[in-house]
């Protein structure tokens, strides 16, 4: 077993090494410069669509705009924001914190694009339902369906690694550490909670994480803005720390300012997944008019999973001065930060995060799983029951295990899955630029509707 760790450790190094992360950034990069920066144009407009309560009921899709964020923000919502940044920290100082907001800007972008041209070419599947994400505009789009079938292998086995007994480990660790749990109940209570969410697919999955995602990480914002306005005098600097050890001002943890750059990067995009290709699979569900709409909603949830939830972590360890001692680890740095300024009460505020956040990525990931699962059998719809009851039960096992090779065999699959999904971003970014244009125009429309009074003239839904 430790023979294939090391293995599935070097593999999944050389497959996130710097290659990756540079075509990962740059298609970031390349669609904001494509776009104009639709990501400071629109965001205003993008938060209006997250955040009203109207939209076409007669619009293709299963679920509302919202749900299928929320089902995005479930996925991606989960350890990375809490260990993944203490990792970063660890690894390359402070100062990896700024790298991770830089690839946050930028993946916006990239989120943008996946989920504009997963609504464009989604389908109807064999049970009525909304069925989309690269997999399908890999195939239709650019016509390389063995682009499509790879993506949705690595998606498949990804989605028992690193969105299932990854995290039911995370929450049995979190609840034994936090309130002397056993592995075991854990395991069970968790695999018979998500089973009553999972069985009932994809409108059951967004209308829980409609209701769950947004307290979760309120809960999580509140305690990081109770710190940081309590001791307010210590924010500044600990921005300052931040920017300084960015650029190699100061000296910092792991050496140079490659390490710097690298780790930032890469703990950022693990956060919010923009270029995995993973969240358009949850966009393709919503009910929406055009392409467009949707994928400046989806735009958001990198404003919300890496540039306020991920920060409030990144900023309450780098105030409090933890990430400076030997003795504490990266596993319970976070617990540690939250330690000083709450006490032992910290310990529970982490503990309380890890379990809503990494249970959320359970559900998000099940849904992300089955349809790969699903393109890869298109003819036997029945078989989804078997992969969903299959996807419970290894909860159980995950929580109940050691997972240092799931770890690695997840990045791995990860990465693997990255792949053609930038490539059908790249090749499709003309597509991607019309749709938007498209958009535009009917933005504009709505707004002279709204002055003159009269309905604007509705839109083709695809």
Request: glycine fraction near 12%; charged fraction near 10%; proline fraction near 3%.
């Amino acid at each position: 077993m430790d023979a294939l760790s090391n293995i599935l450790d070097k593999l999944s190094g050389f497959i996130w090494g710097p290659p990756l992360l540079i075509l990962l950034v740059g298609t970031g990069i390349f669609l904001t410069f494509r776009l104009a920066f639709i990501q400071l144009r629109l965001l205003p407009y993008s938060l209006k669509q997250v955040f009203s309560r109207k939209h076409d009921k007669r619009a293709a899709g299963d679920i509302s705009q919202f749900q299928a964020l929320m089902t995005a923000m479930a996925a991606t919502v989960g350890v990375g924001n809490i260990v993944g940044v203490a990792t970063a920290i660890s690894l390359g100082g402070p100062g990896a914190v700024f790298w991770m907001w830089l690839a946050g800007f930028f993946g916006m972008a990239t989120k943008y694009g996946e989920a504009i041209l997963a609504v464009k070419y989604r389908t109807t599947d064999a049970n009525g339902q909304m069925a989309g994400g690269p997999m399908y505009y890999l195939e239709h789009g650019l016509k390389a369906r063995w682009l499509g079938v790879l993506f949705a292998l690595f998606g498949t086995f990804a989605a028992f690694g690193i969105g299932n007994g990854t995290q039911s480990k995370a929450v049995a660790d979190a609840v034994k550490m936090t309130f002397n749990v056993p592995y075991w109940v854990t395991g069970l209570v968790l695999m018979a909670v998500a089973a009553l969410v999972i069985l009932g697919g994809i409108k059951s999955i967004g209308r829980v994480t409609a209701f769950f995602v947004p307290i979760m990480a309120l809960f999580y914002f509140i305690a990081g803005a109770i710190v940081m306005i309590t001791n307010f005098s210590l924010v500044p600097d600990a921005f300052a720390t931040i920017f300084s050890h960015a650029f190699g001002i100061e000296s910092v943890t792991g050496g140079a300012i490659g390490a710097v750059i690298r780790f930032g990067i890469a703990r950022g995009l693990f956060s919010n997944e923009a270029g995995l290709g993973s969240a358009p699979i949850a966009a393709a569900a919503a009910r929406t008019d055009m392409p467009g709409r949707q994928a400046l909603v989806s735009m958001t949830q990198v404003l919300f999973d890496t540039l306020i939830i991920c920060s409030i972590t990144a900023v309450t360890i780098v105030m409090s001065g933890v990430w400076q001692d030997e003795g504490v680890s990266t596993g319970t740095m976070t617990a540690a930060a939250f330690g000083t300024f709450f006490g032992d009460a910290g310990q529970y505020i982490v503990g309380i995060g890890i379990i809503f956040f990494a249970a959320s990525t359970i559900f998000g990931w099940a849904y992300y799983g089955e349809k790969c699962f699903q393109y890869l059998f298109p003819k036997n719809p029945r078989l989804l029951i078997y992969y969903r009851l299959f996807f419970v039960v290894v909860i159980y096992f995950g929580a109940t295990a050691t997972l240092d090779v799931v770890w690695a065999f997840s990045d791995v699959m990860n990465g693997l899955m990255a792949i053609p999904n930038l490539i059908g971003l790249l090749g499709l970014s003309g597509v991607i630029v019309a749709e938007t244009k498209r958009f535009r125009v009917k933005i504009e429309e709505e707004k002279e509707a709204a002055r003159n009074g009269t309905a604007p003239a509705a839109g083709p839904a695809e």
